[in-house]
Nanobody, 124 residues
Framework: VQLQASGGGLVQAGDSLRLSCQASGRTFNMYAAGWFRQAPGKEREFVARISWRGDSAYYTDSVKGRFTISRDNAKNTVSLQMNSLNPEDTAVYYC??????????????????WGQGTEVTVSS
């Protein structure tokens, strides 16, 4: 599976953005997927995860109620709808898939196939 993220940009605080991750490979629907972000000078951090069927989602506390992860296995895509953005959300956002089919990753090392990242900048 190869992943490519897109949809980033420069927005103002309070605005919304929708990130997309296009996967290639017919086995994408066997793997959980996740979104991560890395702000300048900081480590990459987990944002959201979705199960291989799309029936289970998990978020880091700072984005709960504002971000929504979804997937369309027919189109091999995973999306991240981001609402009520604030400057603390500024980062490069990456998508990734789980290493093991039909398993929910719990740590960063359990993901691979990292996309190239898409930059999100939120101005105050």
């Amino acid at each position: 599976v190869q992943l490519q993220a897109s949809g980033g940009g420069l927005v103002q605080a309070g605005d919304s953005l929708r990130l997309s991750c296009q996967a290639s490979g017919r086995t994408f629907n066997m793997y959980a997927a996740g979104w991560f972000r890395q702000a300048p000078g900081k480590e990459r951090e987990f944002v959201a995860r979705i199960s291989w069927r799309g029936d289970s989602a998990y978020y880091t506390d700072s984005v709960k109620g504002r971000f929504t992860i979804s997937r369309d296995n027919a189109k091999n895509t995973v999306s991240l709808q981001m609402n009520s953005l604030n400057p603390e959300d500024t980062a490069v956002y990456y998508c990734a898939s789980g290493k093991v089919p039909f398993r929910l990753p719990t740590v960063l090392d359990e993901y691979d196939n990292w996309g190239q990242g898409t930059e999100v900048t939120v101005s105050s």
